[in-house]
């Protein structure tokens, strides 16, 4: 993968003035302790896993899978700001996940669930029982295409392709094939708010798109804290919010879309546990059943998708 590595979240001390004297010195010197200490934290809170290298499509081992829960315990030493609230995830239910299923767009609509997977050469459209999370319907997607996001409007299921710069159209039903658009950069997720669609492309950006020409009608960069917040993957529009999981990590945030801002940030490690992390990737796929109100969650190569709610962390 050719992306460059970027630098996140990167905190300067600043230097204290020439002329301050000794009281204002040693304050400056407090600040900038504290101020490292930030950094120190937000560098754990941001470090990738062992797998930072890897790119989506390669496969990572259960020990690098299992990192970012190892890593957990450094959020709530980072301490968020008031403004953005620590949530955690309620399990309700457990349900079983295809194995070879390399989870790219998960997407709920009316009692049924839309799945899309990536890899070139293993890509598919897939319809799920919510109840069992068996397979119900699938297509495989052309061998050259790494597929990944996936997005509803009205009939048509748009799935996004990694870095062919293509989306394709499917009728919702049939899966039949209905229209290929193209677009520039990546694709990584996708999410339709009912008036617009929202696509991540792996940076900090959310690029609004016309729902029916896939045209671009705007844009919003994510900050979190005041910094940006890079490799949005797995988007889910709710009721005016996005929902996002951040690629490599077990976290989901919630933003605003209009200001960009991170209002929410939920710690989702932990879901898999012991012999169900051997062979599974990175946390990815978060789909909301309006009707009950709850999300669904799964990864790459996860056995296993939950039901949960995201509750307040009392921790
Ligand atoms: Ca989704």
């Not at 990167?10 to 000794?22: C, F, Q, S, V």
């Not at 495989?140 to 996004?160: H, N, S, T, W």
């Not at 293509?166 to 009912?194: I, K, P, V």
Request: glycine share 8%.
């Amino acid at each position: 993968m050719g992306r460059k590595r970027r630098t996140k979240h990167r905190l300067t001390a600043g230097r204290a003035p020439e002329a301050a004297a000794p009281s204002r010195l040693s304050r400056a010197w407090v600040a900038a302790a504290v101020l490292v200490a930030l950094a120190a934290a937000s560098v754990l809170l941001w470090r990738s896993p062992s797998a930072s290298q890897a790119s989506p499509g390669e496969p990572v081992s259960a020990a690098s899978a299992a990192a970012p829960a190892a890593a957990a315990p450094a959020v709530t030493a980072a301490a968020p700001e008031p403004d953005v609230r620590l949530r955690r995830v309620e399990v309700l239910r457990e349900l079983s996940h295809e194995r070879d299923a390399y989870t790219q767009g998960l997407v709920w609509w009316d009692g049924v669930l839309f799945e899309s997977t990536g890899r070139e050469g293993e890509s598919t459209l897939r319809r799920l029982d919510p109840r069992t999370g068996r397979v119900e319907q699938r297509i495989d997607i052309p061998p050259q295409y790494f597929g990944e996001g996936l997005a509803l409007v009205d009939r048509r299921l748009i799935m996004l392709t990694w870095r062919a710069q293509r989306a394709f159209s499917y009728d919702r039903d049939s899966f039949e094939l209905l229209d290929t658009y193209r677009y520039r950069g990546e694709g990584w997720g996708l999410c339709h708010d009912g008036e617009r669609l929202i696509m991540s492309d792996g940076s900090d950006r959310l690029t609004f798109r016309d729902p029916v020409t896939f045209e671009p009608i705007g844009e919003q960069r994510v900050r979190l804290r005041g910094q940006p917040l890079h490799e949005l993957n797995e988007l889910e529009c709710v009721e005016g919010a996005v929902y996002a999981n951040v690629w490599q990590t077990d976290f989901i945030v919630r933003i605003d879309p209009e200001s960009g801002r991170v209002t929410d940030y939920i710690d989702a490690a932990g879901l898999l546990q012991g012999p169900d992390l051997l062979g599974a990737e990175v946390l990815n796929g978060i789909a909301w059943d309006p009707e009950a109100d709850t999300f669904y969650i799964t990864g790459k190569w996860w056995p296993k998708m939950f039901e949960v709610r995201f509750v307040e962390d009392g921790r």
